[in-house]
Every structure is written in structure tokens, then in C-alpha cells.
């Protein structure tokens, strides 16, 4: 893949404070407001790396770690951790923001899985590799293989 990018080329991260269109009868936020704004991030995401447009495949481990209230402060942070012939595989992280201190804690984490696709649709090449340039980084594109391979595995057995 001659050309790459860098992890921090397409990182990106967005606040948002959870009104009252965005929770469920329990006054906490409805889990699929929050998986859509993970969804856009890491479609954005997942643009700004290749340059192209892209569609979400598959979500790997969404994991809803703790609930998150009417008027809480939440962060969602994503990166490129692998990239494939036709895919990109994006890490969001979200954590709720105590307002008093500061301090954040995670609450939601997901793998996506965005295509590249051409104006009909159709799967095409991503024109840009991952330079990993830490420890970190070359953690998570291996973890990435694991989860490709659970995902084909999954696929074939009709899941």
C-alpha cells in the first residue's frame, strides 16, 4: 500500500451533553442515540483516512460499561487501529466527563468496520495504509486481526 497515514491524521472526538430528546423513561440516554453518534464518529473517522466514502459493515464488542444520565457531559474519541484491502476498522471510546473535577470515565467502547465504496455502492481499494508508531498502535492492529478472523469464523457459521 505505497502511500500511509498516520493514527492521528484521522483521530477525532466530539462532546456532547445528553438532553432530553436523547433519553429512555429511565432518564438515562437510549443506547441507540449513543451507538448512532459512535456510528457517524467513526464514519467520519474512517473518511478522513481514506479519503473516500465509506459504509459501516460490522460493530465488534459494544460493550455498555455504565448508563449515562440527563445532563451528563460525554466524550467520544475514535482512531483507525487496522486497515485492509476494502476496510477500515475504527476504535470509539466513550466516557461520561464528572463536571466538578474533570476527570472521565469510560462508559461505551466499540470496534467499527467501514468499507470503502465506490458511488454505486460497490467495495473498492483503500488508497492509504497505517503507519503505526507506538507500542500502542501495533497492540491494536494485531487485536484488529483477532477480531477479523472472530468475524469471518462468525459469518461462516451463519451468525
Excluded at 473518511?47 to 459493515?57: E, L, M
Excluded at 464488542?61 to 475504527?90: H, M, P, W
Excluded at 497505517?130 to 451463519?158: D, F, V
Aim: hydrophobic residues 40%.
Amino acid at each position: 500500500m505505497g502511500n500511509t497515514k498516520k493514527v492521528s491524521d484521522s483521530a477525532g472526538e466530539v462532546l456532547r451533553c445528553v438532553q432530553y430528546g436523547d433519553i429512555n423513561m429511565y432518564k438515562s440516554l437510549f443506547g441507540g442515540s449513543l451507538m448512532s453518534w459512535m456510528d457517524e464518529l467513526a464514519g467520519v473517522v474512517a473518511i478522513r483516512h481514506a479519503g473516500q466514502q465509506v459504509t459501516t459493515a460490522a460493530v465488534d464488542n459494544l460493550q455498555f460499561k455504565k448508563s449515562i444520565k440527563l445532563g451528563d457531559i460525554i466524550l467520544l474519541k475514535a482512531r483507525v487501529t487496522y486497515v485492509g484491502t476494502t476496510s477500515i476498522e475504527v476504535r470509539v471510546d466513550v466516557y461520561r466527563e464528572d463536571k466538578e473535577t474533570g476527570m472521565r470515565y469510560v462508559v461505551n467502547r466499540a470496534y467499527f468496520t467501514e468499507v470503502c465504496v465506490d458511488e454505486n455502492g460497490n467495495p473498492i481499494k483503500v488508497p492509504y495504509g497505517l503507519e503505526l508508531t507506538n507500542e500502542s498502535e501495533k497492540a491494536e492492529w494485531e487485536a484488529a486481526l483477532k477480531r477479523k478472523e472472530m468475524r469471518i469464523a462468525r459469518r461462516q457459521e451463519g451468525f
